[in-house]
C-alpha cells in the first residue's frame, strides 16, 4: 500500500524539497526574523532580540485606525460576497438550467482578469457616478473581487448535498422552515465558515483595489505601502506584516479544515449511493 | 380485507408534460399488509411511492390513508415514514440523534424519548452503535438507521424505496428475511418499491407489478408467478419459455389450445385476454420441464436435442431444439442428477406437467 515500491527513491529529492520549501517560505521568514531585531536597518547580522517594535505599533493611532478600517471593510466584505455566492452555489449545484456551465464559468471568470485593469474601471465608474472614495467603495470593489473565491469554496461545500436530506426531515415531520434550521443549515455552515474566512483573509491582504478606492481611509496594506517612504519605520511595518501573515495563515487553515470536514461530511451522507 | 384498506390508490394520474409517468392507477392496500411495486426502471413505481409519501402531486386522482384523503397534505402531516434510496442519514449528527430527529417535534418528555429511541435501535440491533456518526457506518448499519428512524414515528404506513439496491448480495439477502420479520414484529404496513423480482417474490404478502405507468396485475407471488397475467409480467418474472397455439374453443373462464408439441390442453383464460386470429400466447417455465433420464417414462414428453448449456452450480439451463417449435425450450435442471454433464448435441426427452402451461395476453 505504501508509495515505498513504486518511486525509486533518490538522494536528491530530500535536497529537492528543501530547496523548493526553502524558496516559499524563506522570504516570508525574514520578516518575524527582522521584527524582532533590535536595529532599525534590516541587514545581517542581527543586532538582538526586542519586542519593541510591537510595542511602538500598539501606540500608533493611524496604524489602528487603519486596522479599524480593514476590520470593517473585511468584515462587510466576507458577509456580502458570502452572501452572493450561498445564493449562486445554491442555484448552480441545485437545479438544472439553461446555460449552467456559462453561468458558472461566468461567475469563476473575474479569478483571471488583472486585478489593476479592474481596479483602474472600477475608479472611472465611481468618479464618473460622482461617489466619493470611502470604506464603502472598497467594499464593493473587494466584494467583487472576493466573489469568485467565496463561489468556488461554496461550490464544492454544497455539492453532493444530497436533495433527500431535507426530503427525510420533511418526511419525520418537520416543516420547511425547521428543515432548514436543523439539516440544510447545519450541513452546509462549514463551507459557509470556511467562506466568510477565506473572503475576509483576502479582503485583509488586498491592496490594489483598496489603494485606488479607499480615498482618504486607507486599509492596512495601503497604510504600510505609505510608511514604507520611511526608512526608519521600516521595522515597525515588519512588526505589522509578522502579525497580518500570522492571522492570515490561522484563518485560511481554519477555512481549509471546515472546508474538508463539510467534504466529507457529504461524502459520508451520499456515500450510499454507490 | 373486508376493513377499509390502509392505502386507497384512486384513479391516479401524473404527467410530466405530455410524459405519462402514472396512467389512471388504482389500487388497494390492506393494513398490515407488505406490498410491493415492482417494475422496471421508469414504470411509474417510484413516482406512485412518492405520491403516497407527500413529494409527488398527482396530476389527477385521490389516495386515500387510512380512510382519509391525503392528496392536499404535506410529507410531514402525512402518516407515513419513509426509508429512502440512499438511506439519507443526517450527516451532522449520530445514530441516536438522526432516531431522534422526528420525535423532537413531537415535545416527549426525556425520559419517554429515550425510552422510544432505544427500542428502534433495539428493533433494529443498532443499540450498540448509537454514538456513531453516518460516515463510521457500513452501508447495511446505514439502512438500519433509517428504518429506525421511521419506525420509531410509529407511521401507519413504511414506505421503502429500493432498500437494498445499495447492499451487496449476501447483505441483501439477509435483509430480505429481517425486514420481513421486522414488518411481522411491528405489524404494519410496508409498501416496497424494487425491480428485483427475487426480493418481490421472496419478501412481499403481494405484489403489484408495473409498466409503463400502469398495472399490470396484482396478485400474490405465488399467483403471479405461476399465472402472469400478460406476456409482459411473465417475462418480468423469472424466464419462459412461450410459444403460439391455436384455440380450438373458448368459454367465460377456459381457453382450449391446439399446441405443436405439448398437445390439446385446456386452460384457464387470464383477465383481459383476446385472441389474436384465433391463436393464444402460452408458456411454460423453464423450470417445469424435467429431464427425463435413459428409459424413465412420463405422461407427457416432448423430444428435442441440447443446443446450449449454462452452468449456475445449483442448476444448469440447458437450451433444447425441439422440432416443430418457433424456438428452442429453455430447461432449469437441478445438478443433482447430472444436468451439467449433459453433452451439447444429445438427444433429450423432456416430461411436462399440462397443469404447467399458461396463457398470457400480449
Known amino acids: ?274 | 380485507m373486508a376493513d377499509t384498506p390502509m392505502i386507497e390508490i384512486d384513479a391516479v394520474s401524473r404527467y410530466y408534460g405530455i410524459y405519462r409517468a402514472l396512467d389512471d392507477v388504482s389500487l388497494d392496500i390492506a393494513a398490515g399488509e407488505f406490498f410491493s411495486l415492482l417494475g422496471p426502471s421508469g414504470c411509474g413505481k417510484t413516482t406512485l411511492l412518492r405520491s403516497i409519501a407527500g413529494f409527488d402531486t398527482p396530476t389527477s386522482g385521490d389516495i386515500r390513508i387510512d380512510g382519509h384523503s391525503a392528496i392536499d397534505l404535506p410529507p410531514n402531516k402525512r402518516p407515513t415514514n419513509m426509508v429512502f434510496q440512499n438511506y439519507a442519514i443526517f450527516p451532522h449528527l449520530n445514530v441516536e440523534e438522526n432516531v431522534a430527529y422526528g420525535l423532537k417535534r413531537l415535545k416527549l418528555n426525556a425520559d419517554d424519548e429515550r425510552q422510544r429511541v432505544g427500542n428502534a435501535l433495539e428493533q433494529v440491533r443498532l443499540a450498540h452503535l448509537s454514538k456513531r456518526k453516518a460516515h463510521e457506518l457500513s452501508g447495511g448499519q446505514r439502512q438500519r438507521v433509517a428504518l429506525a428512524r421511521a419506525l420509531v414515528m410509529r407511521p401507519k404506513v413504511l414506505l421503502l424505496d429500493e432498500p437494498l439496491s445499495a447492499l451487496d448480495k449476501k447483505l441483501r439477502e439477509e435483509m430480505q428475511v429481517e425486514l420481513r420479520t421486522l414488518q411481522k414484529a411491528v405489524g404494519i404496513t410496508f409498501v416496497l418499491v424494487t425491480h428485483d423480482q427475487y426480493e418481490a417474490l421472496a419478501m412481499s404478502d403481494r405484489i403489484a407489478v408495473m409498466f409503463g405507468g400502469r398495472i399490470a396485475q396484482v396478485a400474490t407471488p405465488k399467483e403471479i408467478y405461476q399465472h402472469p397475467l400478460t406476456r409482459q409480467v411473465a417475462d418480468f418474472l423469472g424466464g419462459m419459455n412461450f410459444m403460439q397455439a391455436k384455440i380450438t374453443s373458448e368459454s367465460a373462464v377456459n381457453l382450449s389450445v391446439e399446441t405443436t408439441r405439448f398437445g390439446n390442453v385446456t386452460i384457464a383464460k387470464p383477465k383481459g385476454f383476446t385472441a389474436n386470429n384465433g391463436q393464444a400466447t402460452i408458456g411454460i417455465r423453464p423450470e417445469r420441464l424435467r429431464v427425463l433420464w435413459d428409459d424413465a417414462k412420463a405422461d407427457c414428453e416432448v423430444t428435442g436435442h441440447v443446443v446450449d448449456r449454462h452452468y449456475f452450480g445449483e442448476i444448469t439451463h440447458l437450451i433444447v431444439d425441439v422440432p416443430g417449435l418457433e424456438k428452442p425450450l429453455s430447461v432449469s435442471e437441478t445438478n443433482n442428477f447430472g444436468a451439467d454433464d449433459i453433452p451439447v448435441g444429445a438427444p433429450i426427452r423432456l416430461a411436462y406437467d399440462p397443469d404447467a402451461l399458461v396463457a398470457m395476453a400480449d
Open chain 1, 1 to 274: 500500500m505504501s508509495g515505498r515500491h513504486g518511486i525509486r527513491k533518490s538522494r536528491w529529492l530530500p535536497v529537492y524539497v528543501t530547496a523548493y520549501l526553502a524558496f516559499l517560505y524563506l522570504p516570508i521568514l525574514l520578516l518575524p526574523i527582522f521584527s524582532f531585531n533590535n536595529a532599525a536597518s534590516t541587514t545581517f547580522p542581527l543586532a538582538g532580540f526586542t519586542t519593541k517594535w510591537y510595542a511602538a505599533l500598539w501606540g500608533n493611532t493611524v496604524m489602528l485606525e487603519a486596522a479599524r478600517n480593514s476590520l470593517i471593510v473585511g468584515i462587510c466584505v466576507s458577509i456580502l460576497s458570502t452572501g452572493l455566492a450561498i445564493c449562486a452555489a445554491r442555484a448552480v449545484t441545485r437545479y438544472k438550467f439553461r446555460g449552467q456551465r456559462a453561468t458558472t464559468g461566468l461567475l469563476m471568470a473575474p479569478l483571471f482578469l488583472p486585478e489593476i485593469i479592474v481596479a483602474v474601471s472600477l475608479l472611472m465608474i465611481v468618479l464618473q457616478l460622482g461617489i466619493e472614495l470611502s470604506l464603502a467603495t472598497v467594499i464593493l470593489g473587494q466584494t467583487m473581487f472576493c466573489l469568485p473565491y467565496a463561489l468556488s469554496v461554496l461550490i464544492s461545500g454544497f455539492d453532493g448535498f444530497d436533495r433527500s436530506l431535507e426530503e427525510a426531515s420533511l418526511d419525520l415531520g418537520e416543516t420547511a422552515i425547521g428543515t432548514f434550521r436543523r439539516v440544510t443549515l447545519p450541513v452546509v455552515a462549514p463551507a459557509i465558515i470556511s467562506s466568510l474566512l477565506v473572503s475576509f483573509t483576502i479582503s485583509l491582504d488586498e491592496f490594489i483595489l483598496a489603494f485606488f478606492l479607499s480615498g482618504t481611509q486607507p486599509t492596512l496594506p495601503v497604510y504600510i505601502w505609505g510608511q514604507l517612504r520611511f526608512a526608519a519605520k521600516l521595522p515597525s511595518v515588519l512588526a505589522l506584516g509578522t502579525l497580518m501573515i500570522a492571522l492570515s495563515i490561522i484563518l485560511v487553515t481554519t477555512a481549509e479544515i471546515l472546508r474538508r470536514r463539510a467534504e466529507n461530511r457529504l461524502k459520508a451522507g451520499a456515500a450510499a449511493h454507490g
